[in-house]
């Protein structure tokens, strides 16, 4: 069961030390024995029958998986400037490496948000459009993004209709908002943005 095995871990497991894995392993043993290969679609469910895992192969296909790649390229030059020596734990630099021959994304951490709340800040009372959707490139960005998050969004209305649905009426909420308080580029993010989340990173 999901939920009790959840409850008998902790941050502290690494999966490292054998002894608290055997532990686990007692206490909360696999459904069945051994390994299974799964090649088709399927879910995952724990003993209580509540699906903890949707295995979906092939379900991006190769073109999309093109557009992600091409959308990434845009992000590169964001996506470059948040790695730092001496940044906080999730830009640090020593956490990101290029590939061999430097081949790959761009390796870093940002967030895209059209409605971003600056925690922190205590001059600011509203969300704004994250510092990596302001400027020129945001509508090229937010078109880039477009199917691959109108896919993420639909798979997430037949896995969790709850928070789809909740996820729409606060992007429905943000639209009025920005209108009728006039906030610089939200309407406009807004306009193009495809997902039913309203921050990817």
Known sequence: DIARYS????????????????????????????????????????????????????ALTDTTQKEIR????LLAPSLEKSVRADGIWQTNQKWFKRGSDNVGATPGCINLSPAWFQQGHK?????EVSASLKGPSCE?????????????????????????????????????????????????????WASVFNTLS
Not at 19 to 42: F, N, S, T
Not at 158 to 173: D, F, I, K
């Open 140 to 192: 090229n960005i937010l078109k880039a993004i477009a199917r691959p998050a109108a896919i993420m969004s639909a798979a997430l209305r037949v896995m969790h209709p709850e928070q789809y649905w909740a996820g729409l009426r606060t992007l429905s909420n943000l639209g009025h908002i920005a209108v009728s308080k006039d906030l610089p580029q939200m309407p406009e993010a807004l306009q193009y």
């Open 70 to 73: 091409e959308a990434t390229n």
């Open 123 to 127: 001059t600011v009372s509203d969300p």
């Open 7 to 58: 409850k008998l871990i902790s941050p502290k497991d690494t999966g490292h030390n054998e002894q608290r894995e055997v532990r686990l392993l007692e206490r909360c043993p696999p459904g069945h024995e051994g390994k299974r290969l799964v090649d088709e679609p399927a879910t995952i469910l724990n003993a209580s029958g509540a699906i903890i895992a949707w295995y979906l192969p092939d």
